[in-house]
């Protein structure tokens, strides 16, 4: 009778230990909650944060002896685990971390374990993806028990080391993880958006946008970065960088008439915002292509109500909101000479800016 109640008590204080380790469900990414001054998922043209990927609470190896504890106490087996690393004994220390988070994830140990697991792996074997995967684990379940902003800060300088090392086989076709590496950027800029790496961080990401060819979520980043970021270098040169996939999208998509109007707006605006951009030159011929097709659509539009089936003042009215719209077309004289004829015919209304002055 006292063994079953002892086993019994066992269960249920280890079961609240486990409940006391995980008060409630986070989505990687989202920091330390809808309360966090850091944490939001306000970003367009990143994935949403149920695609990006979850750490999943380890468990305790009941029956491998692989990850099992070493030590009576979580200070004996972490002291054990440093004895190790100091012994240069890495990846049986690592594991002896891994143990300890997974036997006591209550303890004061377990963040302790985790931080030291995750600093193993990056500093000592030079494994920056696995390094990445445990300090994912240490803020999703740990946020309060660690320099969150400073860990937060030391994953993006890992992403930044993972592409670099990367870097020759991705521009040789032999790279497929782009996606991957934007995701750990997108996670990092919600962690901490407020950091001074985000606007750098936000280039990456709508780089890597533009590496998968997905320009329109690009246009979104780069859209985001100058609103959250005004004034600042990134945010100067994502102007340009998002009139150069805009552009992209015009071509792509055969000159469609509302994307070039909004793209023709939206560098009006950049070139009157930012007259002294060093990419200003660029942009004004981008914004005279697109002037000059949407020219000619009106122009031909015109000259449809020019004609037998349609009424002079349709025509005098179609004329007179193309010389308003593209007074320097190409086409400006011939239309302006029309409209003379027409009203000289006694068939159409004097322009509207003469009636006006009435």
Request: glycine residues 4%.
């Amino acid at each position: 009778m006292k063994f079953r109640y002892l086993i019994l008590s066992f269960a249920v204080a280890w079961m609240a230990s486990v409940a006391q380790a995980a008060p409630g469900s986070r989505v990687a990414g989202s920091g330390l909650g809808g309360n966090s001054p850091y944490a939001t998922d306000a970003y367009p043209g990143f994935d949403g944060l149920d695609d990006l990927p979850k750490p999943e609470r380890r468990e305790k190896a009941w029956f491998s002896w692989w990850l099992s504890v070493e030590r009576e106490t979580p200070a004996e087996q972490l002291a054990y685990a440093e004895e190790l690393a100091a012994a240069d004994n890495i990846k049986k220390a690592c594991k002896m971390c891994d143990a300890l988070v997974r036997e006591w994830p209550a303890s004061p140990e377990a963040p302790k374990a985790q931080l030291m697991w995750a600093m193993l792996l990056s500093k000592s074997l030079g494994e920056y993806d696995d390094a990445f995967e445990q300090l994912d684990y240490l803020l999703d379940f740990y946020p309060r028990a660690c320099a969150y902003a400073e860990l937060v800060e030391y994953q993006y300088k890992l992403v930044n080391l993972m592409v670099k090392e990367k870097g020759d086989r991705w521009f040789t076709g032999l790279f497929t993880s782009s996606r991957v590496m934007r995701q750990h950027y997108e996670m990092i800029v919600r962690r901490a958006p407020g950091a001074k790496y985000v606007p750098e961080a936000m280039l990456k990401i709508a780089e890597l946008r533009e590496y998968d060819q997905q320009y329109e979520e690009a246009v979104l980043v780069y859209a985001a970065l100058i609103n959250k970021f005004p004034g600042t270098d990134e945010a100067r040169l994502a102007t340009y960088l998002q009139a150069k996939d805009r552009m992209w999208l015009v071509r792509r998509l055969a000159y469609n008439l509302a994307r070039c109007k909004d793209t023709a707006g939206y560098l009006k605006l950049a070139l009157k915002t930012q007259p002294d951009h060093p990419n200003a030159d660029e942009m004004k011929t981008w914004l005279d292509e697109l002037t000059e097709y949407m020219a000619e659509d009106a122009f031909k539009r015109a000259k449809f109500y020019d004609s037998r089936q349609r009424t002079p003042h349709a025509a005098v009215a179609a004329y007179e909101r193309f010389l308003e719209e593209y007074p320097n077309s190409s086409h400006a004289e011939a239309v302006s000479r029309r409209l003379d004829e027409i009203r000289s015919q006694g068939k159409a209304p004097a322009a509207n800016s003469e009636k006006k002055g009435e």
